[in-house]
């Protein structure tokens, strides 16, 4: 390795890259400003069609950020008190976080090999205080759809499909999304498709869930002077759907690299196996690649060195949710939920963005090989 490439910077966050030219966007803001058309606006309205076309669904209810798309999507089942809703556990906290607020229990169960939602484990949580499912396509990785879907229906369960981290991912060559009887996206700037802030969409195929989300982010207004229900404020702004039609627009682009870039870093890290457990890739499922993650020994090790050579690996997430303090209400314990601890000591996240040069994965593959030739 050459001194040049010792000091390259690969940074995990592509913002400054992918925003390098804003006269465009700017130029539209502009437009914005002088329209007056802020809240629920023409963007707003154009950028849920394009949405809702692109995952597959009939309709798409733009909110305030992925974790309201979830719990307005909770809200609009009359999910709350008393109520269970089923998650696991290595999921990121807006997850339970919805669920929390919502006011219902969070039930957790353990992730399986390649760390989304284990199904045997999710059906024999269920209770008949059970109010519906929420399997989570996890770093853009979907779960087994056919099989949750499978149990939602044997046991009369509403599925929400939280598909916060998987825009464009799929499970055989069906778009997450659309299987469930709703799902939540989040636009985040350090998603796939992003907007200048948070910003959230809810897709569903059911006019009576449109219809109750449309009140539920807005009051519950449904004219100027009358109100169905007290609800809530958890708008899309008209600024951010703007950033969102130009970006959406990039989709395809967004997602092939970055599933490129992730066979690049599979093929070479396979090669350091059993250093390097990369997560089973399985053939039926579309993966987006919002994470790219593998178990790593030595993990916080490799971590310190790769930072130290410039590069921003990370660890998604550490501490999994039932040993979170918030969890403590829960009761759960360490040793409840084996495989998800296990991830949480040994799963480190590399860039996978589409903003990569070669030279920088390339600099990441021989980072990774010098430190376990060491």
């Not at 058309?37 to 597959?56: M, N, Q, R, S, Y």
């Not at 909110?63 to 998650?87: N, P, Q, W, Y």
């Not at 046991?155 to 939280?162: F, T």
């Not at 992730?262 to 053939?283: N, V, Y």
Request: aromatic share 8%; net charge neutral.
């Amino acid at each position: 390795m050459t001194p040049a490439t010792k000091t390259l910077k690969v940074p995990y966050s592509y913002l400054p890259r992918q925003f390098a030219d804003i006269d465009g966007v700017l130029a539209e803001i502009k437009a914005l400003v002088q329209s007056g058309d802020f809240t629920l606006g023409k963007p707003v309205t154009e950028f849920e069609e394009k949405f809702a076309a692109l995952i597959g669904t009939k309709y798409a209810v733009g909110v305030g950020s992925g974790t309201d798309a979830l719990f307005l999507s909770l809200k609009a089942l009359g999910i709350g008190a008393g109520d269970e809703v089923i998650t696991m556990a290595n999921t990121f906290v807006a997850t339970a976080g919805a669920i929390e607020t919502a006011g219902a229990r969070i039930v957790f169960v353990d992730c399986d090999e390649k760390g989304v939602i284990d199904c045997g484990k999710m059906e024999a949580a269920i209770t008949p205080r059970t109010k519906a499912l929420m399997p989570v396509v996890w770093g853009g990785q979907p779960p087994d759809m056919p099989r949750v879907m499978e149990i939602a229906s044997k046991h009369k369960l509403p599925v929400i499909e939280d598909s916060c981290q998987g825009i464009g991912a799929a499970f055989d060559g069906r778009n997450c999304g659309t299987w469930g009887l709703m799902a939540g996206f989040s636009l985040h700037p350090l998603k796939n498709i992003n907007v200048w802030g948070d910003g959230g969409v809810i897709v569903t195929s059911s006019a009576e869930m449109r219809d109750k989300l449309r009140l539920l982010r807005n009051h519950g207004m449904s004219s100027r002077d009358e109100y169905a229900f007290y609800a809530y404020n958890s708008r899309l702004d008209s600024l951010q759907a703007l950033v969102g039609l130009r970006e959406i627009q990039n989709f395809r682009w967004i997602t092939d690299i970055r599933i490129a870039n992730a066979k690049t870093l599979d093929a070479a890290l396979a090669k350091l196996a059993p250093k390097i457990r990369l997560p089973k890739r399985d053939p039926r499922e579309t993966h987006v690649y919002h994470l790219y993650q593998f178990h790593a020994q030595r993990r916080d090790e490799l971590l310190k060195f790769l930072q130290g050579r410039g590069i921003e690996a990370k660890v998604h997430y550490p501490i999994p949710l039932h040993l979170q303090p918030a969890s403590r209400p829960l009761g759960y314990k360490k040793g409840d939920f084996l495989m998800a601890e296990a991830d949480a000591a040994a799963t480190m996240t590399l860039p996978v963005h589409q903003h990569l040069t070669k030279e920088e994965i390339a600099h990441m593959i021989s980072s990774i090989e010098e430190f376990y030739a060491a």
